[in-house]
């Protein structure tokens, strides 16, 4: 199981499957240049790797805070 870091800690995250597959209960199979925004408010994100394995770049945004 990979499990994503908490997206609220972040301005969000971009998961990208580089290589493999991965399997989400609910969303299915996603294949190799698949993409999935995770938003702030959502929970961690959490898949399976497929059965040859998964390659997967995440990206989280910063948080930015405006100052006067």
């Known amino acids: 199981v990979i ?7 972040g301005g969000g995250q971009y998961w990208i499957v580089m ?3 991965l ?3 609910t969303e299915g199979a996603m294949e190799r ?3 999935i925004f995770v938003t702030p ?3 961690a994100y ?9 390659q997967v770049l995440v990206m989280q945004f910063p948080v930015f805070v405006l100052v006067d």
């Open 3 to 9: 499990r994503g870091s908490d997206p609220a800690l």
């Open 19 to 21: 290589g493999g597959a």
């Open 23 to 25: 399997d989400h209960p």
């Open 41 to 43: 408010e959502d929970a």
């Open 46 to 54: 959490e898949v399976k790797a497929g059965p040859g394995g998964a």
């Open 33 to 35: 240049l698949s993409c």
